[in-house]
Structures are given as structure tokens and as C-alpha cells.
């Protein structure tokens, strides 16, 4: 199957930097790229779907100015949270489709500790 | 708005065991279901994919049932082994556009 990949794998940060995470898609063409946050012992959350070239929709109740997502070529999609805070601390995975109902391929995942 | 269900939340059978794990979803005009799996703090990996007009879908020991009309999904594990334990997410597309919408997850531990 397809293979998806993020870095990083892990990050620490203080409160009050940024933090960019990357999410590629190895060996296929990702015209749709989705990002989803897990907090321990909870399910996904979609917050926000991106496709190449074009702005990103956010879900509702996601802040598009603290988690910018940026998606400019179909290999590459990343999200950087801005001024993060402890309570930012999550599991965040993306996935990857060749099209918005096309089959999703799954990243491992970037978890995010915010001290 | 469509939610997600899983029951049980956690799960617990010695290995040989057959067993059911339950997904429900409140409006039924979704796209497709998807099983996936998740092992402690990796990503997720899709086990089967049941469109609308599907009913069931098989590979090797799993085995996913779709009931659109009942917003019900079930996946049958055959005879589980401890490299099963995992937890076992559902998810629906509900406007073909691939926002998936996840239950909570069943934790499936497999005893030797």
C-alpha cells in the first residue's frame, strides 16, 4: 500500500514557540491531506482538510491562525502550531488520498509534548 | 450531525477466541466504513473498507459486516491471537469528501 510519513516522530517545546510538523506522501500523488489530533485514550478529531494549492478547510472550533496548514505540492503537507501551550499536547496523525473520497493512507503520527 | 459508537471499549478473551466488536452511527447516509487499527501510540492502519452498496467484506481472520438501514457495522475477529491486541477504530465518511468521523475505539487485549 501507499506510504505516508511524518516528522517529526516526537517534540518537546516550551510554551510559546512554534512547531512544525511535516506530513509526505512517499510514493503517490496527494491531492487531499487531512490532520487529526488524539488526545489519550480518545479518538480522532479531523481539524482540518487540505488540498494542494488551495487554502485549508478547518473544522469547526479549530483555530486557523493558531494551526497553520500549509499544502503546496502533492507530496508534501505540514502544519505548524503556533505560540503552542500545554494544553496543545497531542498526537497529532495526518493522512493522505489522491482525491477527497479516494482511499486515505495514514501517517505514524507526530506527538507533541508542550511544557 | 453523524456520531460514532463503539462497544465495548475495552475488551479482554484468551487466545483461540472468536469475537465481535460493534460500530453504530446515528445517520445512515454515509459513503463508506472503514476498520482500522491502532497499536499504542502509532498511526493507524486500515484493515477493510465496506462501501455503501456493500454488505460485508472479508480478508484472512477479519471479516466486517455493513447494515446502512440499521447505521450498524460489525467486525468479526476469527480464532484471535495475542499479535491481535490492539484498539480497533470505526470510522465513517459521511459526504464522500473523506472527512472520516471515528468512533472511540474498542482496546482489544488477547491472552495467550
Known amino acids: 500500500g501507499a506510504v505516508v510519513s511524518q516528522h517529526p516522530s516526537w517534540v518537546i517545546c516550551k510554551s510559546g514557540t512554534s512547531v512544525k510538523i511535516e506530513c509526505r506522501s512517499l510514493d503517490f500523488q496527494a491531492t487531499t491531506m487531512f490532520w487529526y489530533r488524539q488526545f489519550p485514550k480518545q479518538s480522532l478529531m479531523l481539524m482540518a482538510t487540505?488540498?494542494?494549492?488551495?487554502?485549508?478547510?478547518?473544522e469547526q472550533g479549530v483555530e486557523k491562525d493558531k494551526f497553520l496548514i500549509n499544502h503546496a505540492s502533492l507530496t508534501l503537507s505540514t502544519l505548524t502550531v503556533t505560540s503552542a501551550h500545554p494544553e496543545d499536547s497531542s498526537f497529532y496523525i495526518c493522512s493522505a488520498s489522491s482525491g477527497g473520497a479516494e482511499t486515505q493512507y495514514f501517517g505514524p503520527g507526530t506527538r507533541l509534548l508542550v511544557l | 450531525k453523524q456520531e460514532v459508537t463503539q462497544i465495548p471499549a475495552a475488551l479482554s478473551v484468551p487466545e483461540g477466541e472468536n469475537l465481535v466488536l460493534n460500530c453504530s452511527f446515528t445517520d445512515s447516509a454515509i459513503y463508506n466504513l472503514q476498520w482500522f487499527r491502532q497499536d499504542p501510540g502509532k498511526g493507524l492502519t486500515s484493515l477493510l473498507l465496506i462501501q455503501s452498496s456493500q454488505r460485508e467484506q472479508t480478508s484472512g481472520r477479519l471479516n466486517a459486516s455493513l447494515d446502512k438501514s440499521s447505521g450498524r457495522s460489525t467486525l468479526y475477529i476469527a480464532a484471535s491471537q495475542p499479535g491481535d491486541s490492539a484498539t480497533y477504530l470505526c470510522?465513517?465518511?459521511?459526504?464522500?469528501?473523506?472527512?472520516?468521523?471515528f468512533g472511540q475505539g474498542t482496546e482489544l487485549s488477547v491472552k495467550p
Open positions: 470510522a465513517v465518511d459521511h459526504n464522500q469528501g473523506g472527512k472520516l468521523i
Open positions: 487540505s488540498n494542494e494549492g488551495s487554502k485549508a478547510t478547518y
